[in-house]
């Protein structure tokens, strides 16, 4: 591997329509084309260099302080962004929500009003409570990164997922994605559907019919997994969420019902991704032999993720 030695003034900055961007990340469906295209370039210019030896990384805020405030387990989000952060050279705080005061009856506003007062210039927050960080947000100068709210979205994800499509095709409109598996209880899905179809790409979700979404907009269809996968460019599995909900019979022989399974593989188009959110499970929404495939790029995503969060990071701390 090239290490490139760079100094300060050889490191890109973050373009003008970026900085000029709100200071929270909490649902792309308020944001244009245009500014997610802003955060994708900045996440490609991190992602070319993850691995070079830069001096130091630029600043927009002197020494930011972020805190990780998750309510929920998470291992790829959290440390893909508590990474993303000390390549910037912020200092990261990490909450214990067991052991904190929320386990005492304290609001997540007092929680976040409390950092705030303390000096901390960005919470990042995973929680299962819907809509509370579009209530709070308003409220606190602290700047909000959403890591997960309810089944509502997940927007570092989905940009992730939209930069490791983007450097395979080269585009995203006009590509058929398949997103398969647990559709309603997934908030990753959500923000997937809503990102992609902003940019003209052609959905199909497929899965159990109790995880279906009641109803669908634009160009987005319902339908069985095989003629999901038939034609898609990109197939997206989805984890099991047995956490949000009692598996009965769903899970027995969900591999070959839903999963991504040796056959189904085989009927993928030439040049098609595989992709998944992870943790996945293998044998289950995807079999063990293929996660690891030439054309997966589910350790891709894990690395873009921390180029992405790079660049959301950077657009929260903006001066």
Same mark, same amino acid.
């Given at each position: 591997?090239?290490?490139?030695v760079?100094?300060?003034?050889?490191?890109?900055?973050?373009?003008?329509?970026?900085?000029k961007?709100?200071?929270?990340?909490?649902?792309?469906?308020?944001?244009?084309?245009?500014?997610?295209?802003?955060?994708?370039?900045r996440?490609?210019?991190?992602?070319d260099?993850?691995?070079?030896?830069?001096?130091?990384?630029?600043?927009?805020?002197?020494?930011?302080?972020?805190?990780?405030?998750?309510f929920?387990?998470?291992t790829?989000t959290?440390?893909?962004?508590?990474?993303?952060?000390?390549?910037?050279?912020?200092?990261?705080l990490?909450?214990?929500?067991?052991s904190?005061?929320?386990?005492?009856?304290?609001?997540?506003y007092?929680?976040?009003?409390?950092?705030?007062?303390m000096?901390?210039?960005?919470?990042?927050?995973?929680?299962?409570?819907?809509?509370?960080?579009?209530?709070?947000?308003p409220?606190?100068?602290?700047?909000?990164i959403?890591?997960?709210?309810?089944?509502?979205?997940?927007?570092?994800?989905?940009?992730?997922?939209?930069?490791?499509?983007?450097?395979?095709?080269?585009?995203?409109?006009?590509?058929?994605?398949?997103? +398969?598996?647990d559709?309603?209880? %997934?908030r990753?899905?959500?923000?997937?559907?809503i =990102?992609?179809? /902003?940019? !003209? &790409?052609? #959905?199909?979700?497929?899965?159990?019919?109790?995880?279906?979404?009641?109803?669908?907009?634009?160009?987005?269809?319902?339908?069985?997994?095989?003629?999901?996968?038939?034609?898609?460019?990109?197939?997206?599995?989805?984890?099991?969420?047995?956490?949000?909900?009692?598996?009965?019979?769903? +899970?027995?022989?969900?591999?070959? %019902?839903?999963?991504?399974?040796?056959?189904?593989? =085989?009927?993928? /188009?030439? !040049? &098609?991704i #595989?992709?998944?959110?992870?943790?996945?499970?293998?044998?289950?929404?995807?079999?063990?032999?293929?996660?690891?495939?030439?054309?997966?790029?589910?350790?891709?995503?894990?690395?873009?993720?921390?180029?992405?969060?790079?660049?959301v990071?950077?657009?929260?701390?903006?001066?």
């Amino acid at each position: 591997m090239t290490v490139i030695v760079r100094s300060d003034s050889d490191v890109a900055t973050p373009s003008e329509l970026t900085k000029k961007m709100r200071k929270d990340l909490i649902l792309l469906k308020d944001y244009s084309v245009e500014e997610i295209d802003s955060i994708l370039d900045r996440g490609d210019f991190w992602a070319d260099n993850l691995n070079s030896k830069i001096s130091s990384a630029p600043r927009t805020v002197a020494n930011p302080v972020v805190v990780n405030l998750f309510f929920e387990p998470s291992t790829r989000t959290r440390f893909s962004f508590e990474l993303a952060a000390r390549k910037l050279g912020y200092h990261v705080l990490n909450f214990d929500a067991k052991s904190s005061s929320t386990a005492k009856g304290e609001t997540l506003y007092d929680t976040l009003r409390t950092f705030e007062a303390m000096g901390v210039d960005t919470a990042i927050i995973r929680t299962s409570e819907e809509g509370i960080l579009q209530e709070i947000a308003p409220q606190v100068n602290v700047s909000l990164i959403n890591a997960g709210a309810g089944a509502n979205e997940h927007p570092s994800q989905a940009l992730l997922d939209l930069l490791t499509i983007r450097q395979e095709f080269g585009r995203i409109e006009g590509l058929q994605v398949a997103i +398969i598996g647990d559709v309603k209880h %997934s908030r990753v899905a959500n923000s997937n559907v809503i =990102a992609l179809s /902003k940019y !003209g &790409a052609s #959905i199909r979700l497929a899965g159990p019919e109790q995880w279906m979404p009641a109803q669908v907009e634009g160009d987005v269809q319902i339908t069985s997994v095989d003629d999901a996968i038939q034609g898609a460019d990109v197939v997206m599995m989805l984890r099991v969420q047995n956490e949000r909900h009692a598996l009965t019979n769903t +899970i027995d022989n969900y591999l070959e %019902s839903y999963g991504l399974s040796k056959t189904r593989y =085989a009927a993928m /188009k030439e !040049g &098609a991704i #595989i992709m998944h959110p992870a943790p996945f499970n293998r044998g289950i929404e995807i079999d063990g032999d293929l996660v690891e495939k030439p054309n997966s790029r589910i350790y891709t995503q894990v690395s873009n993720g921390v180029a992405i969060r790079m660049a959301v990071l950077e657009l929260c701390n903006k001066a």
